[in-house]
């Protein structure tokens, strides 16, 4: 799965025209949609060394501000196999975005395109993210306690309830838990094969400092949001398997959890986003 951003900027009447409807060539940004999932699907005819990769899927988003007038676009391309398919993902942000000046040139000529770029890449030779960029990495659960959790492509998180099928969800206020990449890249030199959910973590972040966020603090993943409760955890007895291997886990000292306040899929590069008194 890839995910490639980039920004178009607009003036200030352009920006009325599109949110009214009023341009002249119709939804702006619905047409945008179904050129950038077009240009992914036909990158092999685009640029000259790709070649055909059977896609599974490919969603375009829009964010526009109003406020400084651009226009965030993002293009998530996944696919079956191992080669990487971030120059799908690429070539449907920069159609979307040229499908943009087109629809709109009629208004405005000095429309910027900029900041493309790939934010996101896991498949392939080599995983990738874009500094700055907070997201998750995976996303884990056990069917039973006291088992080591398990990757699945994406899981559906319920209001006080937290993770459909996880062991561990309830009422409580330790309904998922979640650990960074960071802090797992401790013991990776002492145990590099550690996999995400080894220390039982739901959620596997990575650009974010979790334990540094104070108890409150809300977690917009998607279109879910998570609250913070509490930080770190007392160990069992003798400690996780982790500890036992290497003399260490991060878990009790940096994993935090949370309760859920809106319910909704989680999954793989899913940019997580800190809230403040309901702003973003």
Not at 103 to 124: H, S, Y
Not at 169 to 175: E, F, T
Request: proline letters at 4%.
């Amino acid at each position: 799965m890839e995910i490639g951003s980039g920004k178009v900027y607009v003036n200030e009447e352009k920006s009325e025209r599109r949110k009214s409807g009023k341009m002249k060539k119709g939804d702006v940004l619905a047409v945008a949609q179904v050129a950038g999932i077009m240009a992914a699907k036909r990158t092999f005819d685009i640029i000259p060394m790709c070649h055909p990769i059977n896609i599974t899927g490919v969603d375009i988003s829009f964010t526009p501000d109003e406020q400084f007038h651009t226009i965030e676009i993002e293009a998530t391309v996944r696919c079956k196999g191992e080669t990487g398919v971030e120059m799908e993902a690429l070539t449907a942000v920069s159609a979307a975005a040229l499908t943009i000046y087109d629809m709109c040139k009629a208004v405005q000529k000095d429309i910027e395109i900029g900041n493309i770029r790939l934010v996101w890449k896991t498949g392939g030779k080599s995983d990738y993210k874009a500094v700055g960029t907070p997201g998750v990495l995976a996303v884990c659960v056990s069917k039973t306690k006291g088992v080591v959790k398990v990757p699945v492509p994406e899981i559906f998180v319920k209001t006080n309830h937290g993770i459909e099928g996880d062991a561990h969800a309830g009422s409580g206020h330790r309904q998922i838990s979640l650990l960074a990449n960071e802090s797992v890249d401790k013991l990776r030199d002492r145990m590099p094969e550690i996999k995400a959910g080894a220390f039982a973590e739901n959620i596997l972040t990575s650009g974010i400092k979790l334990y540094e966020l104070p108890i409150g603090t809300n977690l917009l993943i998607g279109k879910t949001l998570l609250e913070v409760t509490q930080i770190g955890k007392e160990c069992h007895n003798e400690g996780c398997a982790i500890k036992r291997q290497t003399g260490d886990c991060v878990m009790p000292r940096e994993g935090i959890f949370a309760i859920v306040r809106k319910e909704g899929l989680i999954k793989p590069g899913d940019k997580i986003t800190l809230v403040v008194e309901g702003k973003a």
